[in-house]
């Protein structure tokens, strides 16, 4: 199999167009970008390099175990990040334009509209004093204009798209007076309401039990489907991202270290790192316990070793790997930072 050479941005957008040997225009498209926090002992950087793009109505999955830099990757797309601490660099272009570069109101016109983002915890995100029903219609007045009858009627309909039942009586009600899952589902409402184009969703399940969590999951899919608004889902969850999403990339240690179309990574993944997240999932392997395949931890930011970040915890490391690796093309559309990923077979979850 050919080794390719991956530029600066390794992602490659919809399997189809992949095949038909058209380049896509991305939606999103991420060109190294790197955080870093002032700290009282220095600038301390938490992601490096990040690259990879997303297509129009795309669903990509990131993941990556606790502290790999999920979460300041979605915050940092969307500034939210506290401005005196973090330091942003690279290139962050949706539609075209370098949201980096975008006033502080130029800025808030993108988020909710353009770009949404949704959280583990939806009832610190929904305020308690006000109605579901007025929350959700705020959502859409902000960008809209629209008196409060039309922004009622918009989030009745909201409700009702997300599966709320008696969703005219519901959108009177308060957030404590909804269980976790219809909050949950009030925040994706509220998130959808406008029609962004994309919706970063951070662990949009884990504060919910297995069966909602299924139902939250299925949700978010369909309505990516049905509306065309494309997904990024930041998860532990492997499983999920296997079920929702058509493409997957594994951060490590702030670095994202694979992008490939989930099919493929299923089967053939090329990074180590990668390889162990699968093995270690229930349900698609044999359980084995968390991550049982993987001994040791993610480094800290404060501890980051030289080379490969992953070098201590891989059974495959060998000389060369002390060195900085860089993502590495193996066929189109699929990229590993690992400069063995052109030779190794490593196990899967689907064999
Ligand atoms: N405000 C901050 N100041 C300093 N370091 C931070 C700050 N926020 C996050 N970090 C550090 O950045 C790294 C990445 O954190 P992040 O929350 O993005 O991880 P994550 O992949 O989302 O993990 P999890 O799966 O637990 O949610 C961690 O080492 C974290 O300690
Ligand atoms: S570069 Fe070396 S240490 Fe790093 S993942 Fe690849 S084989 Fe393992
Ligand atoms: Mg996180």
Redesign the pocket.
Same mark, same amino acid.
């Given at each position: 199999m050919g080794m390719i050479e991956a530029s600066a941005s390794t992602g490659t957008g919809t399997h189809g167009a992949v095949r038909s040997g058209i380049a896509p225009q991305p939606l999103l498209e991420v060109r190294n970008l790197s955080l870093s926090?002032a +700290?009282a002992a220095g600038a301390?950087p938490?992601t490096r390099n990040v690259s990879f793009t997303v297509a129009a109505g795309e669903r990509v999955g990131l993941v990556?175990?606790?502290?790999?830099?999920?979460?300041? +990757?979605g915050l940092s797309l969307l500034r939210l990040?506290?401005a005196h601490?973090?330091r942003i660099e690279g290139d962050v272009l949706f539609d075209g334009t370098d949201l980096l570069k975008l006033s502080p109101r130029r800025m808030r016109a993108v988020r909710g509209r353009d770009i949404a983002m949704i959280f583990q915890e939806p009832m610190s995100a929904l305020d308690p004093v006000f109605t579901v029903g007025d929350q959700i219609s705020e959502a859409y007045r902000i960008h809209f204009p629209a008196g409060k009858a039309e922004g009622r009627e918009r989030a009745i309909a909201a409700l009702r798209e997300v599966g709320i039942p008696a969703p005219e009586r519901r959108c009177d009600e308060y957030p404590h007076q909804l269980s976790g899952g219809m909050r949950q589902r009030v925040m994706i409402a509220m998130a959808l309401i406008c029609k962004p184009k994309l919706l970063i969703a951070d662990?949009p399940t884990t504060a919910l039990d297995v069966t909602v969590q299924a139902q939250i999951t299925d949700l978010l899919r369909s309505l990516s489907e049905r509306t065309g608004t494309a997904l990024i889902f930041?998860t532990?969850d492997l499983g999920v991202v296997a079920e929702t999403c058509t493409r997957m990339i594994t951060?490590y240690a702030?670095e994202v270290v694979e992008d490939a179309p989930v099919d493929d990574v299923l089967t053939r993944p090329r990074h180590p790192y990668t390889s162990g997240l699968l093995r270690s999932l229930p349900g698609l392997s044999k359980r084995r316990g968390v991550l049982a395949s993987i001994p040791g931890r993610v480094p800290?930011?404060q501890a980051m070793p030289a080379g490969c970040r992953f070098r201590s915890r891989c059974a495959h490391a060998a000389p060369g790997c002390e060195q900085d690796q860089r993502m590495i093309a193996i066929e189109a559309g699929h990229a590993a930072r690992c400069r063995r990923a052109p030779d190794l077979a490593l196990p899967g979850a689907v064999n």
């Open positions: 926090f +700290t301390l938490v990556g175990e606790s502290g790999c830099g999920k979460t300041v +990757t990040l506290p601490s973090a662990e930041i532990h951060m702030g800290s930011p």
